[in-house]
Nanobody, 124 residues
Framework: QVQLVESGGGLVQAGGSLRLSCAASGRTFSDYPMAWFRQAPGKEREFVAAISWTGGSTYYTDSVKGRFTISRDNAKNTVSLQMNSLKPEDTAVYYC?????????????????WGQGTQVTVSS
C-alpha cells in the first residue's frame, strides 16, 4: 500500500511558478513509477507528467513540455512537479499517483494509488 499527500497548490498569476510536492508513505515507494494528473471543472482527468522508479525516465504531455519538470527523491519518499510559465489553462486540481506496474503508464487507469488533490489556479 502507498499513501499519497499533495501540497503546494495555490493562486498564481499567469507567467508565475508553483512547485507541487507529493509525500508518499509505504515501504515500496521507490519501486513505483509516479505521475501527476490534473482535472479541470467539467473535464476528464488529464495526464501531466510521469517518472520512472529510478527517476531516469520522464514523460510529459505536450502542453507542458518545456514548462513543467517532474522529479523524485526516493530517500525522502517525495515526488515534485515544478511548474513554470503558468497559463490560465493550467488551472485544475492536480493529483499525485503511483502504480506498481513495471512500465510507466500515461493514462489514469494505469495508476492504483491517488492523493486527495491540490488546487492550482492561474489568473490572467
Amino acid at each position: 500500500q502507498v499513501q499519497l499527500v499533495e501540497s503546494g497548490g495555490g493562486l498564481v498569476q499567469a507567467g508565475g511558478s508553483l512547485r507541487l510536492s507529493c509525500a508518499a508513505s509505504g515501504r515500496t515507494f521507490s519501486d513505483y513509477p509516479m505521475a501527476w494528473f490534473r482535472q479541470a471543472p467539467g473535464k476528464e482527468r488529464e495526464f501531466v507528467a510521469a517518472i520512472s522508479w529510478t527517476g531516469g525516465s520522464t514523460y510529459y504531455t505536450d502542453s507542458v513540455k518545456g514548462r513543467f519538470t517532474i522529479s523524485r527523491d526516493n530517500a525522502k519518499n517525495t515526488v515534485s512537479l515544478q511548474m513554470n510559465s503558468l497559463k490560465p489553462e493550467d488551472t485544475a486540481v492536480y493529483y499525485c499517483a503511483a502504480t506498481p506496474m513495471t512500465t510507466v503508464p500515461t493514462t489514469w487507469w494505469g495508476y492504483s494509488y491517488w492523493g486527495q488533490g491540490t488546487q492550482v489556479t492561474v489568473s490572467s
